[in-house]
């Protein structure tokens, strides 16, 4: 029987078993077949959605019986159009690509990243760059049109098991060969919405707008901690660039932050690894972009987070503040805390999940907070999703929320709270105010959710504040995965 290897956090495996209710009638968006194995395969593509089919056995990878728990092994069975579960999107990481089935929102995982030819894979929730869910596509020199689809963690590539016909046979690791088990066809069945007409700004949107970072000041380019530290302390402005994987030490350690800053990752490249950021008091005017960040799960301490206070992003009483295209995963406390009157706040087009507690907001009994929340995945978490208390004016448009065990939006406290065009799926309540908390809700979707969906009060009027677009709720999940997180234009 497959164990889930020991550096998996236990409370990261458990989710949200059977949904009770669905609390709007929506089905589930399924990209519909335009090409069947038999016809010719595609260049695999960053955003595009492919089944993929070993040339052994003309059979489909597939995630069985549609499964969304973590560590459910791979199989192949017959292709069947329009099933989600034998759906793959391309999405680009650290420099090279993660397998997302479409229907659990799962990746294509090595368990425990081992080097073992023969081992059968897994799906397992997409993490911030680890090697055991990074691949990349070798195009056949036996087989035109197809692919060796080779593991970041091993060097070895992807298999039909004895290149069997049968259904339901493992899906493997194996050491290398240009052989039909190992040659596969991208076919493809959908793409994710062009970003044409869509542009990754260099401004500030929603409540921060007017933050510029570091802009006017030097820029830098930083490959070890000891630069980043002093340039992201100095009390001048700095563009610092984050230039491949810094490892904090100590570990869990959350670097100081001062005001007129931005960090950047180059490309898909610049990741903060067993660290994070904290803006303190007095803050302002920073950008954190294009980055990732986390990886500081501690295995004593989980779940309840409350032994060791790392944090993907903390901040303090910090004013004008954005936050953009980052995944921010595996925390050991929250992924960003956003404390004490911190305010003017845009959270955008992050990938925020694996982990207990996402995003808390508060601790404060002011009421003077302002932040506009949009275009996030947030996914396998527990808590805080966010959490919003005691902030004056809380915008939240076209989020992704998916696999959520306790809660997901709660507007708390003296909160407004305005809701727009989300989708909500297997999430355990949804939204809804605290009694003295206000929450108006327009447009969102929700599928396999269960427990409260609830509005109070009339909240505000956001675009009184800003000028804003919003996306088709039913276009969100596909949007959402597919350019939340560091971006290969960003940064370059």
């Known amino acids: ?34 090409m069947l ?3 010719a395969a595609s260049t695999p593509t960053a955003g595009g959605v492919y089944t993929l089919v070993p040339g052994a056995s003309g059979k489909c990878l597939e995630v069985p019986g549609g499964s969304t728990a973590s560590g459910t092994l791979l199989t192949q069975a017959a292709c069947s159009a329009g099933a989600a579960r034998q759906q793959w999107r391309v999405t680009a990481s650290a420099g090279k690509f993660n397998l997302v089935n479409v229907g659990s929102g799962m990746c294509v995982d090595v368990p425990g990243g081992a080097t073992s030819s023969g081992l059968q894979l897994q799906q397992w929730g997409c993490g911030s760059g680890q090697s055991n869910q990074l691949w990349s596509f070798t195009a056949s020199s036996a087989a035109s049109g197809k692919y060796l689809v080779n593991t970041s963690s091993g060097g070895l ?25 190992m040659q596969w066809s991208f076919n493809l069945v959908g793409a994710a919405p062009s970003p044409t007409g869509r542009t990754w700004s260099t401004t500030a949107d929603g409540f921060a707008a007017g933050t510029t970072g570091g802009a006017g000041g030097t820029t830098v380019t930083v490959t070890n901690q000891a630069d980043l530290v002093r340039y992201a302390a100095s009390s001048s402005a700095y563009v610092i660039r984050v230039a491949g994987t810094i490892t904090v030490t100590p570990y869990g350690t959350e670097i100081s932050v001062a005001s007129n800053k931005t960090i950047i990752g180059v490309g898909t490249s610049g990741r903060i690894k067993n660290g994070g950021f904290f803006l303190g008091v007095g803050t302002r005017n920073v950008i954190i972009r294009n980055l990732t960040i986390g990886d500081t799960l501690m295995a004593d301490d989980d779940p309840d987070d409350k032994v060791y206070d790392y944090d993907g992003i903390q901040m303090d009483t910090a004013d004008h503040v954005w936050i953009d295209h980052n995944t921010i995963t595996r925390t050991n406390d929250g992924i960003i805390d956003s404390r004490k009157d911190t305010t003017n706040l845009t959270v955008s087009w992050n990938n925020l999940g694996v982990t207990n507690k996402a995003f808390g907001i508060g601790w404060t ?14 996914h396998d978490t527990n808590q805080r999703n966010p959490s919003t208390d005691n902030v004056a ?7 992704y929320l998916r696999n959520i065990t306790s809660y997901g939006n709660l507007s708390r406290g003296a909160t407004k709270m305005v809701l727009e065009n989300s989708y909500f799926e297997n999430v355990a309540n949804p939204y809804y105010p605290e009694s003295t908390a206000q929450l108006v809700q327009r447009g969102s979707i929700l599928v396999n959710c269960s427990g409260k969906a609830l509005t109070s009060g009339s909240a505000f009027n956001p675009s009184s504040f800003y000028s804003y677009t919003l996306d088709a709720a039913s276009s969100v999940p596909s949007l959402v995965t597919t350019y939340a997180g560091p971006q290969s234009t960003i940064g370059a």
């Open 365 to 378: 009994t002011n009421v003077t907070s302002r932040m506009t929340i949009h275009h996030n995945y947030i």
């Open 157 to 181: 590539c992807v298999s039909d098991e004895d290149g069997s016909t049968a259904g339901n046979n493992p899906i493997v690791q194996e050491t290398c060969s240009d052989i039909a088990r």
């Open 393 to 399: 004016y809380a915008h939240l448009y076209n989020n």
């Open 37 to 39: 194995p038999s016809q």
């Open 1 to 34: 029987m497959f164990r889930v290897p020991p550096s998996r956090s236990p409370w990261a495996v458990r989710r949200l078993a059977t949904a009770a209710a669905v609390l709007i009638a929506v089905p589930v968006a399924v990209l519909a077949a335009s």
